[in-house]
């Protein structure tokens, strides 16, 4: 999808290529067209003969279309909290998220979703690090290890075909924003070497929980 930025008007507004995944919704021309599963109602309007969608950056911004810098977003399988999620190694549920004894915590469910024994933490990057809190408007703070850790948060155990574990990250001083997504990466490197060991990781394979939806 093809983004153009144009001073139309005072606001910051986004044009889309009009036919693709638009959805007429009045005879006034009013759209309501879907990026990244976030729902963002626009207009068509005509430029040189020529039909666009007309957006508000507020919405775009929302579904993350946009990073800060021009770089381009990070694909991600995407769901809700008790949601489980497959990247094709592993079935990842978010438990729970939220500020908890002056921590922002969470925990998480890791299931093994192969016919191979593995370990979450090193076969597939899925302990504390590699959980991000994240805002509507691009703030991103990295989860840590708990201070009450065990083995599954220490990454030291292994799991048998269908198997699984639930493991907990904390954030000691809680963001200042409004925490709406949690964010699961993994690093290129572990993709690589996954597949190389015969692991079928799916081509999108990061993942983000909504806490605003069910």
Do not use: H
């Amino acid at each position: 999808m093809l983004f153009r930025f144009t001073p139309l008007t005072l606001a910051a507004l986004v044009m889309v290529a009009a036919p693709a995944s638009a959805q007429t919704t009045s005879a006034a021309k009013q759209v309501t067209i879907y990026i990244n599963g976030q729902l963002i109602k626009g207009r068509v309007v005509t430029v040189n003969g020529e039909e666009f969608i007309q957006l508000p950056m507020s919405g775009v911004r929302r579904a993350s279309a946009l990073v800060p810098g021009g770089s381009p977003p990070i694909k991600s399988i995407q769901g809700c909290l008790d949601q489980p999620l497959f990247n094709g190694v592993i079935r990842m549920t978010l438990l729970e998220a939220g500020v908890k004894e002056g921590k922002y915590a969470i925990r998480f469910k890791v299931a093994n979703g192969t016919d191979k024994d593995i370990n979450p933490a090193s076969d597939a990057n899925a302990w504390y690090d590699n959980f991000y809190a994240a805002s509507d408007d691009g703030q991103v703070r990295q989860f840590a290890q708990p201070s009450k850790s065990d083995d599954a948060s220490d990454g030291k155990v292994k799991l048998l075909p269908g198997s699984n574990l639930i493991g907990r990250a904390e954030i000691a001083t809680p963001p200042t924003f409004k925490v709406t997504r949690i964010l699961y990466r993994l690093n290129k490197e572990t993709l690589l070497q996954g597949r190389a060991k015969g692991f079928s990781f799916a081509p999108i394979s990061n993942m983000e929980f909504a806490l605003n939806c069910k």
